[in-house]
Nanobody
């Protein structure tokens, strides 16, 4: 199994930036894709961005394209989400997820989850 721990959340003003990190541990020798999801109060958890094992393929939901950048450092078993031009509607708990496999899976296939980190964007 893979254990995931997020960090980097916090309070930021609209237009500001934050960088989230997700550190993976456990059985990380197998290839695994990773993703960021978020859940706002009263809403479902939705995928934000995903990245393949190699980092060569990425996915972004439309609302964050050109503002967020997903990346990973496999030597450090760490994934990042650079969030720029933040908006109040980006306020949510952000979750890191992983799934064994080389490509980006369907959002429902992720088996491993972190505990989440709160991101709050004030207007």
């Amino acid at each position: 199994q893979v254990q995931l721990v997020e960090s980097g959340g916090g309070l930021v003003q609209a237009g500001g930036s934050l960088r989230l990190s997700c550190a993976a541990s456990g059985r990380t020798s197998r290839g695994y894709a990773m993703a960021w999801f978020r859940q706002a109060p009263g809403k479902e958890r939705d995928i934000v961005a995903a990245i393949s094992q190699s980092g060569g393929s990425t996915y972004y939901t439309d609302s964050v394209k050109s503002r967020f950048t997903i990346s990973r450092d496999n030597a450090k078993n760490t994934m990042y989400l650079q969030m720029n031009s933040l908006k109040p509607e980006d306020t949510a708990v952000y979750y890191c997820a992983a799934d064994y496999g080389l490509g980006i899976p369907s959002p429902i296939q992720y088996d491993f989850w972190g505990q989440g980190t709160q991101v709050t964007v004030s207007s």
